[in-house]
């Protein structure tokens, strides 16, 4: 029974992933003359979840919230989503921007991480011709799994100033991030398995 639950749970979160592709579809033109644009920007981790550990005195997420949700809330995901917003927002002002896919306003009602990566993994595949990483993206694994995505699917990839940048160059900034957090006690397991898998793939 339990499986059963899980399986159509999945079920239905699959077709809100597909249903949400078409959508976008309908949206883009593959006529189009402006660059869409995949702003890659931390929401629920990055250097602000690592500073509050700092602040806080704890190295996990599950000690933080074991303080207080609401540290989370205000500290870490409620000023990330307003800084990814703000990034969106600023891309969108370049002339040659077409349309900006910010994923931070993005919710799915019972979605895990991964049902989230899968969506956007889709939308990098189909629809992004760039991608554009937020400040300070290297502290965040599903930034790092952003840019890997594009690094694999051939996209262009810019910094938060809309500077194109050339993926072995973000090689140290990502090092020095990794050094930091390790530093700071916290686990950096899922990070650095993300920039394992980014130096494989540049054959490095």
């Known amino acids: 029974m339990v499986i ?45 979840m690592y500073d509050a550990f700092n602040d806080h005195e704890c190295v996990s997420l599950q000690e933080l919230k074991a303080l207080d949700e609401n540290i989370f809330k205000e500290d870490v995901m409620g000023p990330n ?45 189909r629809y992004a011709d760039v991608i554009c990483l937020n400040e300070n993206y290297q502290y965040s694994n599903g930034c790092l799994e952003e840019l890997l995505l594009g690094c694999v699917f051939g996209k262009e990839l810019r910094d938060h100033e809309y500077n194109i940048i050339k993926p072995k160059g973000e090689l140290p900034k990502i090092e020095k991030a990794i050094e930091w957090i390790d530093g700071s006690g916290a686990d950096v397991t899922n990070l650095f398995n993300s920039y394992r898998e980014f130096k494989l793939h540049l054959g490095i």
């Not at 699959?14 to 579809?25: H, P, T, V, W």
């Not at 600023?90 to 994923?103: K, Q």
Request: glycine share 8%.
């Open 81 to 125: 989503l307003q800084a990814g917003a703000e990034f969106g927002d600023r891309l969108r002002e370049i002339d040659e921007v077409g349309l900006v896919i910010a994923p931070g306003v993005f919710f799915g009602k019972g979605w895990t991480q991964q049902h989230y990566m899968s969506l956007w993994k889709q939308v990098i595949k």
């Open 4 to 48: 059963s639950n899980l399986l159509e749970q999945e079920r239905r979160v699959l077709e809100s992933i597909d249903f949400s592709l078409k959508g976008m579809s309908t949206a883009i033109s593959p006529s189009k003359k402006k660059k869409v644009i995949y702003a890659s920007s931390p929401i629920t981790s990055g250097k602000r």
